[in-house]
């Protein structure tokens, strides 16, 4: 008896380190042993040279399976690279347009094609694998996440006119936002894919720098000057004092009116200065590690100081005009033109000062703009990559990250396809009979769980669900 599996695994090991001729053979035994067997034909598709037996191996993967995106890839870059193969042999139907409408209603799923082997004239017929000469085809992925295809800026990525949605099934036009049979949303935030981001590094250590020194060093050191001179008023006036007790209960009653009137809002406020400055450098910290909420906090925080800069500049021409004013008026410094010229040297150095903050945050906030594709994602169409090849436990665990974002349907393929590598494990059909349950399909939930106890029959948390479920069947429910 042929291992299909095994030999599956050993031909995608064979294919990948570039043995062709190896894989070629095991696939084939495969597709001789299971003629229906998708994944087989699409690898070997990729096993072999020839355009015209790769055509027949894309096509037969289409018999199988209409919606199968890789192979109309495949046949797409054949036409355009191998025109002269589609004249040798008849035409293979659109599959957009005869590939069925999956229903979640079990009666109205057709069962896997039991077609019969699609005819091979000009070759015999032989099984695909993803190819590295074919586009269409990757070699398998690593990792058993969930993976996504995403049409280009241009479109030219997608795949036929319509896709299959991932929750129910139903196959819907490219143009939708979503499914109209159960409503999921089909875009998909994804990331810019590279982008530059020295400019958000840039306002983040501009940010920083102004948050770490004019709020917590100035804050730190503001607090410092004043608990220093409360401390030394307090002990000159204690000493005042004398030794009359009446006279220190006055002093000391005097000083704690002092302290809570006029040094206690003092701190309360440089508590709140250095406070702003925390939260300035916990915003920089984020906007370096171009994190998404970081971008609009920045936003906000580093918008409302340069409203506030901007706002200064433009009032502080009339007080810094006054100041000249009053300085020209005071005869002191009128009848003295040193005088006159350092008040004008301080002048400028402080129009100075305020120009300089203005343009800081006028800096950071261009740079924050410039940097927004690094903080933000782009909304595309979600085209479920239903062809990933692996073996039964890439495709389990993918079904379960399926399953997570309540994509039944593309739950349920994977499921499948890890059933079809392993058919003697229990705990994959347990698990595809629960989804047949999910989508309403109790009949195959029922034969999944009968198949799950013939291979573990006290398994106890099977035995429950086929109880349950059998007791639903009989009295009626779906």
């Not at 005042?240 to 009137?261: C, K």
């Not at 810094?320 to 009848?335: K, R, S």
């Not at 000062?353 to 261009?366: A, D, E, P, R, S």
């Not at 349950?437 to 099977?462: F, G, T, W």
Request: aromatic residues 8%.
């Amino acid at each position: 008896m042929v291992d299909v599996p095994q030999l599956m695994q050993q031909a995608m090991t064979a294919l990948k380190s570039g043995d062709k001729a190896q894989a070629k053979d095991k696939l084939m035994q495969v597709v001789q042993a299971d003629e229906h067997n998708e994944q087989a034909w699409l690898w070997l598709a990729g096993a072999i040279d020839d355009p015209v037996e790769q055509r027949i191996c894309l096509e037969n993967v289409l018999h199988l399976n209409p919606q199968n995106t890789r192979a109309q890839q495949g046949l797409t870059w054949l036409r355009s690279k191998h025109p002269q193969v589609f004249e040798e042999l008849p035409a293979a139907p659109a599959p957009a347009a005869t590939g069925p409408t999956v229903q979640l209603d079990a009666s109205a799923v057709p069962a896997a094609p039991a077609a019969p082997a699609p005819t091979t004239a000009a070759a015999p017929v032989i099984p695909a694998a993803p190819p590295p000469n074919l586009p269409a085809a990757a070699a398998p992925p690593q990792s058993s996440s969930p993976t996504y295809q995403v049409p280009a800026a241009d479109g030219r990525a997608i795949p036929g006119s319509a896709s299959i949605c991932p929750r129910c099934g139903q196959l819907v036009p490219i143009k939708r936002t979503s499914c109209n049979k159960c409503g999921l949303s089909l875009m998909e935030k994804i990331p810019r894919g590279k982008t530059n981001s020295a400019p958000a590094k840039i306002a983040g250590i501009m940010g920083m720098l102004h948050s770490v020194i004019m709020y917590v060093l100035i804050g730190l050191f503001a607090m410092a000057l004043i608990f220093s001179a409360w401390n030394k008023a307090k002990r000159i006036a204690i000493a005042s004092a004398g030794e009359n007790p009446a006279q220190i209960s006055r002093v000391e009653a005097q000083l704690d009116q002092f302290y809570t009137q006029g040094v206690e809002p003092v701190v309360t406020q440089m508590t709140i200065y250095i406070s702003i400055g925390i939260i300035g450098i916990v915003i920089c910290v984020g906007l370096m590690r171009r994190r998404g909420w970081a971008y609009w906090a920045g936003l906000i925080f580093f918008g409302l100081h340069l409203i506030i800069y901007t706002l200064v500049l433009i009032r502080s021409r009339e007080f810094f005009i006054l100041m000249e004013q009053v300085a020209a008026g005071m005869p002191q410094i009128n009848g003295n033109p040193g005088a006159l010229a350092t008040v004008q040297k301080v002048i400028d150095i402080m129009r100075l000062i305020v120009f300089g903050f203005f343009m800081w945050f006028l800096v950071i906030m261009t740079m924050l703009i410039i940097s927004f594709k690094a903080f933000t994602r782009q909304k595309v169409r979600l085209i479920v990559d239903d062809t990933s090849v692996g073996d039964a436990e890439t495709h389990f665990n993918r079904g379960v990250a399926y399953r997570k974002r309540q994509y039944w349907y593309q739950t349920m393929r994977e499921w499948e396809k890890a059933v079809d590598i392993n058919p003697m494990d229990a705990t994959y059909r347990h698990a595809l009979a629960m989804i047949y349950e999910q989508l309403k399909r109790p009949a195959d939930a029922l034969n999944q769980l009968d198949e799950a106890l013939k291979i573990a029959p006290d398994n106890a948390s099977i035995n429950q669900d086929r109880q349950r479920l059998a007791a639903k069947l009989a009295h009626g429910g779906a």
